[in-house]
């Protein structure tokens, strides 16, 4: 979700939504209501700020693409353009001038104005970001700051009164409000962990990093995403909840940024025809499919078919409960587990792992800040492929520079054949003045990318 707009668009589409959706409206709501809501405003308002963010982002990364798009044009494609976001941000720490908004809207940024309810201006450092969850802090130097009380989001039900507070298309301490309308939304492809509270109240873009409050006026959630065709509200948006924020910041104000553990388990859901075939008299909880050898899981006798009912006492009824828990658990910390195997309740207990950094797997500086398993699959255009498929790719390492991406099956390397790892860790060892020389399959094309240290 970023936001790019061009000025003009931004005001035309900014009064016809907010002729639509108008601040609140209290006029039907009792005498008492009014006043709390009032009160609550007055309150939670001046936590939430503006934040705009200059910056610059490459443009057409994909080597393939960008080569066949300069033969049709004739000339070169510029490396980098120019933007300008707008986002909305919640002041959690008034003394330290701490804010938390979401990472995404402060991504790629050089630059990041951060406007308060009273019209003050500052420029933000980066404390730290996670994009698993898209939570960042920020810090400015301010006095005289107002910060928003946490709530327990595990207590918010469908129902509950909320309002969100942000800069929608960059207007300033904008009020809509609604209800919860769903929990625990999962598996919408928005962020890697997703647990979100589901509102009706209007969020717009520019809400991103502003604040869900209840009508207490504490933070319930981070407004994160909406769910539109054509980028106006349509009722249906997504919060972070506050005790994932919390967790994740935490985190980030200790360390820089949010180190998972690992526990070394693949689950899926378990489905009425799973739980008939294991004999199980419900369908609530998270099937294990798979260990990782050597793991924490494995270490501990957590078998495959095992099926987690709770973990780190969280009632556990999907597979992305599992992800979701774990996910806020930090590496060296320890884990609690319920299971049941051949319908008997077993417990465990035992701490995660530190997931071995790409650094301390490959030695060579070639291979720094890549993830990658071996493959072998079959490819509709070119037929059985054996080698190494690259899993992530980080985004600062020389390899993404030199426009490996994942996805990318590396069959090659400086012209000798690669099957597995190992022989391609062989190969990248050896030093090289013109850099390391890949020929990879991606999708349906294949191309090379030379990967210089």
């Avoid at 009792?30 to 963010?53: D, F, R």
């Avoid at 033969?71 to 933007?83: A, I, Q």
Wanted: glycine fraction near 10%; hydrophobic fraction near 40%; charged fraction near 15%.
């Amino acid at each position: 979700m970023k936001k790019l707009f061009h000025f003009c668009t931004i005001f035309i589409f900014a009064f016809f939504i907010l002729s639509l959706f108008p601040l609140i409206s209290t006029a039907e709501l009792p005498i008492s209501v009014q006043k709390q809501m009032h009160i609550m405003l007055q309150n939670a308002m001046p936590a939430v700020v503006n934040i705009v963010c200059q910056g610059e982002f490459s443009f057409i990364t994909d080597p393939f693409l960008r080569r066949e798009l300069e033969r049709m044009r004739g000339s070169r494609l510029p490396e980098k353009r120019h933007f300008t976001s707008v986002g909305s941000g919640v002041i959690i720490d008034a003394k330290q001038g701490l804010i938390v908004t979401n990472a995404h809207v402060i991504d790629q940024s050089k630059t990041i104005t951060i406007t308060l309810n009273d019209g003050r201006r500052y420029e933000a450092e980066t404390v730290g970001t996670d994009d698993v969850s898209d939570i960042a802090v920020l810090q400015i130097h301010a006095d005289h700051l107002t910060a928003i009380p946490f709530a327990n989001s595990n207590d918010v039900e469908v129902g509950d009164f909320v309002a969100a507070i942000g800069s929608p298309f960059g207007l300033d301490q904008t009020v809509t409000s609604g209800i919860v309308s769903g929990l625990h939304r999962t598996g919408l492809g928005i962020e890697s962990v997703e647990n979100f509270i589901q509102t009706d109240a209007p969020i717009n873009m520019g809400n991103s990093g502003g604040a869900l409050v209840n009508i207490q006026g504490q933070l319930v959630g981070i407004n994160t995403a909406l769910l539109s065709s054509n980028g106006g509200n349509i009722g249906i948006g997504f919060a972070i909840p506050a005790n994932m924020v919390k967790s994740i910041i935490q985190q980030i104000i200790l360390y820089g940024k949010v180190h998972r553990g690992l526990m070394g388990v693949l689950v899926q859901t378990l489905t009425p025809d799973l739980a008939d075939a294991f004999n199980i008299p419900h369908t609530k909880g998270a099937i294990i499919a798979q260990i990782m050898p050597n793991s924490p899981a494995e270490k501990a006798g957590l078998k495959t078919g095992d099926i987690i009912t709770y973990l780190n006492q969280q009632r556990i009824q999907t597979s992305g409960d599992v992800h979701n828990t774990i996910s806020l658990v930090r590496a060296g910390q320890s884990v609690n587990l319920r299971i049941l195997r051949n319908n008997k309740t077993m417990d465990f207990s035992f701490k995660t792992a530190d997931p071995v950094s790409t650094e301390q797997l490959y030695t060579s500086p070639y291979l720094n800040g890549i993830s990658m398993k071996n493959t072998g699959e079959q490819s509709p255009k070119h037929g059985y492929v054996e080698g190494v498929k690259i899993s992530d790719v980080d985004p600062y390492s020389v390899a993404w520079i030199a426009g490996l991406r994942p996805g990318d099956i590396v069959v090659s390397a400086n012209q000798q054949p690669v099957k597995n790892i190992k022989e391609l860790e062989k190969i990248a060892e050896k030093p090289s003045k013109t850099g390391l020389l890949l020929n990879i399959f991606r999708g349906e094309g294949a191309g090379f990318v030379v990967i210089k240290p």
